[in-house]
């Protein structure tokens, strides 16, 4: 069953096109992930599916309910953790969450029981009592984290959720939220510009200028690359590559001063191309095709080349 559904989804402001005709679907119970660099559209689209924004044009459904005839029903089914912090500092972490739940509804004992709950899942219950403004970068996301699932939500969106934390509570952010997927209740919809990330969802849609540019299961958009991954570093780059193209009848690229080459059974390759140029080649490395990959193939550009 797909939980978010868009059509030729459009958005522009201020004369700019942060989205160009978006379609796509989240089926139920998935990680979907949202990837592209800064300026890509995805925070416009999180923003539009949240129903902050209205869409210039297209449409779009969470949960089967239209995002602009029905957007009070979509927020109460709906769980939002934003990019920036959306924690009172001044309160402490239960009176958060205990001020969440009054927004939906939630009163008294069966408030106390979910709040407890959220606490002892996202393992803050020994801060129950303490300031926000005490917590780590870490604690304060899983204080968000509580919030965004405190009135058990069938569709949780986070806009780049791990922003801020170190690797160790990025490990955590995650974890949680595999478990969450794992346990059937709740499909998750993510931003992230980091390839790791991505790679950690069930599948991907990935933007650049707006614009759809892959979508997929990471696997399988890294397997329509054409091989191997290759990449040759030389005092004459350019020349390097009309060499490569007119003896082995290839279309290198050049990136960042990079010759780049897509071919399969790479490391066989390798050995023909030191010995084709020998003296010209100064370092060669061999790599299977990554999610940027993917990106540079539809796009002619490294990930953060235009950032």
């Not at 890509?40 to 309910?65: E, W, Y």
């Not at 602009?68 to 709906?78: I, N, P, T």
């Amino acid at each position: 069953m797909a939980i978010v559904e868009v059509e030729d989804l459009s958005h522009s402001y201020n004369g700019h096109r942060a989205l160009a005709g978006v379609t796509f679907d989240v089926t139920r119970g998935e990680i979907f992930g949202l990837l592209g660099p800064n300026g890509g559209g995805k925070t416009t689209l999180f923003r539009v599916l949240s129903t902050l924004f209205p869409p210039s044009s297209g449409s779009a459904t969470v949960l089967g309910l239209d995002i602009l005839k029905q957007a009070s029903k979509v927020r109460e089914r709906l769980g939002v953790v934003f990019q920036n912090p959306s924690l009172d500092i001044k309160l402490t972490v239960a009176e958060n969450l205990v001020h969440q739940g009054h927004l939906y509804g939630l009163r008294g004992r069966p408030l106390r029981a979910r709040v407890d709950e959220m606490m002892e899942r996202l393992r803050i219950t020994d801060r129950a009592s303490d300031l926000v403004e005490t917590l780590s970068g870490g604690l304060r996301r899983r204080v968000e984290l509580a919030k965004g699932m405190l009135h058990e939500p069938e569709l949780l969106i986070l806009d780049e959720p791990s922003v801020g934390l170190d690797p160790g509570a990025r490990h955590d952010l995650w974890q949680y939220l595999e478990e969450l997927r794992d346990s059937g209740k709740v499909t998750i919809l993510v931003t992230t510009h980091l390839i790791d990330e991505a790679d950690r969802c069930d599948r991907v849609l990935i933007l650049h200028k707006g614009e759809v540019v892959g979508r997929g299961s990471p696997a399988g958009l890294k397997n329509k690359i054409g091989g191997d991954i290759i990449a040759l570093t030389t005092t004459d780059p350019d020349a390097l590559r009309t060499k490569i193209s007119e003896k082995f009848d290839l279309q290198p690229v050049v990136l960042d001063g990079t010759v780049r080459i897509e071919k399969q059974n790479g490391h066989e390759f390798i050995a023909r191309l030191i010995e084709a140029f020998p003296g010209m080649i100064d370092t060669v490395t061999l790599a299977k095709p990554t999610l940027e990959d993917v990106f540079i193939d539809r796009t002619g550009h490294r990930f953060w080349e235009e950032s």
